[in-house]
Nanobody, 114 residues
Framework: QVQLVESGGGLVQPGGSLRLSCAAS????????MGWYRQAPGKQRELVASITRNFWTNYADSVKGRFTISRDNAKNTVALQMNSLEPEDTAVYYCNKDPPSLYWGQGTQVTVSS
């Protein structure tokens, strides 16, 4: 069964931090590059960070130096540590393969506001 379950979002002030977690089914996770995506209101979904099965990482310019992606291959989980959050980071965050499968989880809302 295909499964992607994101958690950890919330409301945070500018400059704050959040850690997102994603539990994925083996069919999506195992052996694949995993990514965190986000979709802000009125904008297209974008890839913000990815990590290969061998832990090579890549980041969008807008989050480089602030976000850190990690994965646990034994637990089929992927995390996103987000520091120095900005209002522009407000979005629903999703995890998926990179490139993504057709299946998407429910996402987790991140709101950065004072």
């Amino acid at each position: 069964q295909v499964q992607l379950v994101e958690s950890g979002g919330g409301l945070v002030q500018p400059g704050g931090s959040l850690r997102l977690s994603c539990a994925a089914s083996g069919s999506i996770f195992r052996g694949n590059t995993m990514g965190w995506y986000r979709q802000a209101p009125g904008k297209q979904r974008e890839l913000v960070a990815s990590i290969t099965r061998n832990f090579w990482t890549n980041y969008a310019d807008s989050v480089k130096g602030r976000f850190t992606i990690s994965r646990d291959n034994a637990k089929n989980t992927v995390a996103l540590q987000m520091n120095s959050l900005e209002p522009e980071d407000t979005a629903v965050y999703y995890c998926n393969k990179d490139p993504p499968s057709l299946y998407w989880g429910q996402g987790t809302q991140v709101t950065v506001s004072s």
